[in-house]
């Protein structure tokens, strides 16, 4: 769910995916205070929780067509504001999404 969470993070640049990232948190937080058994009880809850994520977004997504509405569009400071917190922490993600940064920055 972490690497959803990194994903979400990127995609959050743009357009506001705040109640997508609240959700996400909330559900790495709760991955982090179980104990789990062995890796098949892991791997089974980690199914289920993107089961549900998957679910979480297609019910927005739903909503939000049927008030005729949109992601609400990001202003160029506040995509700049957010891009610079992301760029400042690059360190801890992975090569990969260092390098996909470092494309949105160059475009």
């Known amino acids: 769910m972490k690497d959803e969470l990194v994903k979400y993070n990127l995609f959050n640049i743009f357009y506001d995916r705040e109640e997508v990232l609240n959700y996400l948190k909330d559900v790495c937080k ?11 009880e892991e791997h089974e809850w980690r199914k289920k929780a993107k089961i549900r994520f ?7 997504e739903l909503l939000r067509r049927r008030a005729h509405k949109n992601l609400r569009l990001r202003t160029y400071y506040e995509s700049y504001v957010i891009m ?13 999404v260092q390098r996909r940064l470092d494309k949105i920055q160059k475009d």
């Open 54 to 60: 998957y679910d979480f977004l297609h019910e927005q």
């Open 30 to 40: 709760e991955e982090a205070s179980m104990s789990f058994k062995d890796r098949n």
């Open 84 to 96: 610079n917190r992301l760029l400042n922490n690059s360190h801890s993600f992975s090569p990969i």
